[in-house]
């Protein structure tokens, strides 16, 4: 009798270890899985932020050029056509790049001030020279710097 409530109690003993070691596995490898999806959404968060500044530094480049080409061209030049197609093209990442920054940031900070960076850009549309064009242009470039040293401290990004 005794040798069986032994048995009894080392095979109950035995479930009840493999019972824990495997709840503590469970959670474990939930806490793994969450912590590789925060990890994921992070990079996404960074690489949306790269992207969208890198995107707006075209943007710029190709607003800029086509400045210089309607001076140096003039209004109803083919190279100014060629330059609109450019500015358009670089329009349309931009505001891609808004909107994967839009669909993956919380901040409601991060997103008005990359809502601001967009502006800026669209704003060197309304140029009345070439000083007002690198006047823009600086706004331009100052709103994106401040978009990404706000993403590099927010804890969305770190």
């Known amino acids: 009798m005794q040798a069986a409530l032994v048995a009894v109690i080392a095979v109950l003993g035995t479930l009840g270890g493999a ?17 590789a999806k925060s990890e994921r959404l992070r990079q996404e968060r960074l690489e949306a932020c790269i992207r969208f500044g890198q995107s707006i530094a075209e943007y710029r480049g190709a607003q800029n050029t086509r ?12 190279e100014r056509k060629d330059a609109d197609i450019e500015v358009l093209r670089a329009r349309v990442a931009a505001r891609a790049a808004l909107l994967r ?14 809502r601001e960076a967009m502006t800026a850009t669209i704003d060197m549309d309304e140029s ?3 000083n007002d ?16 040293a706000a993403a590099g401290r927010s804890g969305q990004v770190r």
Do not use: P
């Open 19 to 35: 019972l824990i070691g495997g709840l503590l596995q469970h959670k474990n490898a939930i806490r793994a899985e969450s912590a």
């Open 67 to 78: 400045g210089d080409v309607i001076e140096r061209f003039g209004r109803d030049s083919e």
């Open 101 to 114: 920054v839009q669909l993956l940031m919380e901040d409601a900070e991060l997103l008005r001030l990359a």
């Open 128 to 130: 009345k020279d070439r």
């Open 133 to 148: 064009r690198r006047r823009r242009s600086e706004c331009s470039r100052d709103a994106v710097d401040t978009f990404i």
